[in-house]
């Protein structure tokens, strides 16, 4: 039996939010391994995102936002089906503790990737943008547009370091000496 078999044919709720809960610390644990899990963690959790049962729906989306960040790089090959199932979600959810979970999510990743985000996920970023546009503009939870606009600022500042980077950083120290005269 599939993990994803075995996690959606569990028959309680409390049953199948504790299973993602332990399988996330153990994740947690592998440190540098765990881009490799990924593969099958991340699929898994966008299709329990599609339960029935809203508590197990917030849950996924609170799985995902402790396992994006310590993915890396690996989080692009997994950019489309994350923008789809994320934006949907935070769009058209009728449960406002599942749209802030997926909106949470956005900005857990935002977050932890920083100036990286746009490297990493240059063909959802703007896919993100509109999405977090739209809940800071029509949401009703507090919450969930709360993290809409704190997501909205991590893009800004990602896109301002790229515009305009840090003159510190990049300033060449120019020493000036005064010869002699002879």
């Known amino acids: 039996m599939k993990l994803d078999e075995k996690l959606c044919s569990t028959g309680s709720e409390e049953g199948v939010v504790l299973l993602g809960e332990v399988i996330v610390r ?11 899990v990924a593969k099958t963690l991340i699929p898994l959790f966008l299709r329990s995102s599609r ?9 996924c989306f609170s799985n995902l936002a402790e396992l994006c960040p310590l993915l890396r790089h690996t989080l692009s090959s997994f950019q489309y089906e994350l923008a789809e199932c994320l934006c949907a979600t935070a769009s058209s ?4 503790t599942v749209r802030s979970g997926s909106v949470y999510v956005m900005f857990r990743i ?3 990737f920083q ?37 909205l600022d ?14 510190d950083k990049y300033q060449k120290q ?4 005064i010869l002699p005269q002879q």
Do not use: C
């Open 26 to 36: 153990v994740i947690k644990q592998l440190g540098d391994l765990a881009p490799h």
């Open 51 to 59: 339960d029935q049962r809203s508590s197990v729906r917030a849950s």
């Open 93 to 96: 959810d009728t449960d406002a």
């Open 110 to 112: 935002f977050e932890a």
């Open 115 to 151: 100036y990286e985000i746009l490297e990493m996920l240059p063909d959802t970023i703007g896919r993100y943008y509109s999405t977090l546009k739209k809940v800071v503009e029509s949401d009703v939870n507090e919450v969930t547009t709360r993290h809409a606009r704190l997501a």
């Open 154 to 167: 991590r893009i800004a500042d990602a896109m301002k370091g790229i515009m305009f980077p840090n003159p």
């Open 174 to 177: 120019h020493k000036i000496t």
